[in-house]
C-alpha cells in the first residue's frame, strides 16, 4: 500500500495538512496537500485474510472502530419501509442472528465472519420468497461451504435452517 500511496502517507498525518508541506505532483504544477478540514474513512472487512497484513505506514494513520452486524429494530424499520411485511422481517432478523451466533462462537471463524445486511437491502417484494431464496442459496450457502468446508453437514444444515425459518408463502 505504500508504493500506491506514496507521499499522501506523509500528508495523511494531522500536523502535516497544509500548504506548508505541500509535495509536487508528477503530472502537475501545483503542489499537493490534504487540507485539515478532509477526512479519509477507509474500511475493511477483517474476515478478508489477504488484508491481515495492512502496511503499518498506512495503519497507524487511521483510527479503528469495529462495527458488527445488526439485525435489530433499525434493520427491520428499514425494510418495512421497503414494504416487506413484519412478520417476515421478524422472522429473517431472528435467523440470522442465530446463525450469526454459531458463527462466532465457531473457534475456527468468529465476530469478524458474521454475516451482514448488505446481503437484504434490495429486497423484491413483488417476489419475496424468490428474492429471499436466491439470496440465501446463491450468496450466503456458498460462503457457508467456504467457512465449514471441512464440514460440509454443518453449512448444509445451516443453509436448511435459514431456508425452511422464513416462510415466504
Not at 501545483?30 to 503499518?56: C, E, H, K
Not at 495503519?59 to 469495529?66: P, Q, V
Request: hydrophobic share 45%; charged share 25%; net charge negative.
Amino acid at each position: 500500500l505504500s508504493k500506491i500511496f506514496g507521499e499522501l502517507l506523509l500528508l495523511l498525518e494531522a500536523d502535516k495538512r497544509s500548504a506548508a508541506f505541500a509535495v509536487p505532483l508528477t503530472y502537475s504544477e501545483t503542489p499537493f496537500f490534504i487540507p485539515p478540514n478532509v477526512y479519509v474513512i477507509g474500511t475493511m472487512n477483517t474476515a478478508d485474510r489477504s488484508l491481515a497484513l495492512v502496511d503499518y505506514a498506512l495503519r497507524r494513520r487511521f483510527a479503528f472502530i469495529s462495527v458488527q452486524p445488526e439485525f435489530g429494530e433499525k434493520f427491520v424499520r428499514l425494510l418495512q419501509v421497503r414494504a416487506v411485511p413484519e412478520a417476515f422481517l421478524n422472522r429473517l432478523a431472528a435467523a440470522l442472528r442465530a446463525l450469526n451466533e454459531t458463527i462466532r462462537i465457531d473457534p475456527s471463524l468468529g465476530a469478524a465472519f458474521c454475516i451482514g445486511h448488505s446481503y437484504f437491502m434490495h429486497p423484491a417484494t413483488d417476489d419475496l420468497a424468490n428474492w429471499y431464496r436466491r439470496i440465501i442459496t446463491l450468496e450466503i450457502a456458498p460462503l457457508l461451504r467456504e467457512y465449514w468446508f471441512d464440514d460440509p453437514d454443518k453449512a448444509e444444515a445451516e443453509t436448511e435452517t435459514l431456508l425452511s425459518s422464513v416462510e415466504t408463502s
